[in-house]
């Protein structure tokens, strides 16, 4: 965390009073130069990496003494300290963050600190892209070290992460990417080649970015869309929000394309079975029924220009009736292959139907339980 505070720390020095000397004069006023002869608590940051005092051009220090001896010290310091980030829940994530001041010197034997009525105030324009102040606490206690006890003086800064960028920038492309995966069901099974480019499209899209110069039509970039987001976060070894909405929307794209496979898997089955039997076996039966019929057609003329056909006219229609039962069991073993072929026509298509109920359902799901989630842990 680096932020710029204008500190100041008033204490009392009843040997500096000079209202019984300039009883007209209200205050005396110094610059940096003058600080090391005084006496002062030496506050300091103590969980800070670097402190500067800023210069524009000399350094911005304001020394004044009070005629009863009281002497106030400001200075605009620019602090850089560490803050314990919890990412868990980025990007709709809240950070605490801390400055600690306290006595280098003395401890509370010699030196008693404590904050003034009105500690810590904002500047009414001050603004942060990424976060927003939503509290500012301040605390006071007793710190036990070796030496003794050191009075500590706390401020607790705490920001919420402004989301809207997150939102456009990854939140909403998954959702059309996921989204561009679904239309594949609503091709025909047929149109394999066309299904697998949206497949493949939506899973590439997600996965990755790529920028090209218009000038000269050359690749500059290749990473994870995601990246230039959390490439700015410190590397943690746990699951963030982020991540684990990442890894629910490549499944889904991935499901979309296993879906893919399977219906690819029995247009490939039926086409295998027509070749080895299905087209052979309806040929047979199809040549086995016409010579049937040619067969049946002759011997019906033939039995008609018979003169013994009144003799035989018993026999003759036992004969045409049995040819009759199997000509209609010819039939029916036709149209139940037909059938059957029709059946594995349809696995893919609906198939495709319930993906095209199920897909999205079970999106909607995950998507009512990730956010509620997300929105409770963030408030």
């Known amino acids: 965390m680096l932020i710029c505070i204008r500190f ?3 204490w ?8 019984h000397l300039d009883s007209e004069r209200k205050n005396l006023s110094f610059d940096d130069s003058f600080e090391h002869f005084l006496w002062g608590p030496n506050i300091c940051v103590v969980n800070t990496k670097t402190s500067v005092i800023h210069k524009s051009p000399k350094p911005n220090v304001l020394l004044m003494v009070m005629p ?3 002497v106030w010290l400001n200075y605009r310091v620019k602090v850089q300290s560490p803050c314990e980030m919890n990412l868990q829940r980025f990007p709709i994530d809240k950070q605490l963050c801390s400055l600690v001041f306290e006595s280098y010197s003395y401890n509370t034997a010699m030196v008693k600190i404590d904050w003034m009525p009105t500690a810590v105030t904002m500047l009414p324009d001050i603004e942060i892209p990424d976060f927003e102040i ?19 003086l706390t401020i607790e800064i705490e920001f919420k992460r402004k989301y809207l960028y997150y939102i456009l920038q990854c939140y909403f492309p998954t959702y059309i990417s996921v989204f561009f995966s679904w239309i594949s069901f609503c091709i025909d099974t047929r149109a394999l080649p066309a299904r697998i480019i949206l497949g493949v499209n939506s899973l590439m899209s997600l996965t990755y970015q790529v920028w090209f110069d218009t000038l000269i039509f050359s690749v500059e970039y290749l990473y994870f869309q995601f990246g230039n987001i959390i490439s700015s976060l410190p590397p943690v070894s746990y699951v963030k929000a982020i991540d684990l909405w990442m890894i629910s929307c490549l ?21 295998l079975k027509t070749n080895q ?4 076996a309806l040929q047979v039966v199809m040549a086995f029924m016409k010579s049937f019929d040619v067969f049946k057609d002759y011997a019906v003329r033939a039995m008609e220009d018979s003169p013994s056909r009144k003799s035989d006219n018993s026999s003759s229609c036992i004969s045409m009736e049995q040819m009759d039962l199997d000509s209609r069991a010819n039939d029916r073993r036709r149209m139940a292959y037909i059938r059957k072929r029709h059946k594995l026509l349809d696995i893919g298509s609906r198939l495709d139907k319930i993906s095209f109920i199920v897909f999205p359902l079970s999106f909607l799901v995950f998507n009512i339980i990730y956010w509620s989630k997300c929105v409770a842990l963030g408030t």
Do not use: C, M
């Open 134 to 152: 939503i509290r500012v606490q301040t605390f006071k206690h007793a710190e036990e070290y070796k030496a003794g006890q050191w009075y500590r």
């Open 251 to 271: 499944i889904f794209i991935f499901a979309t394309l296993l879906e893919l496979a399977f219906v690819a898997y029995q247009d490939k089955r039926l086409i």
């Open 277 to 280: 039997s299905g087209n052979t």
């Open 8 to 10: 100041s720390a008033i």
């Open 68 to 70: 009863n001896g009281t």
């Open 12 to 19: 009392n020095d009843p040997r500096l009073a000079f209202s």
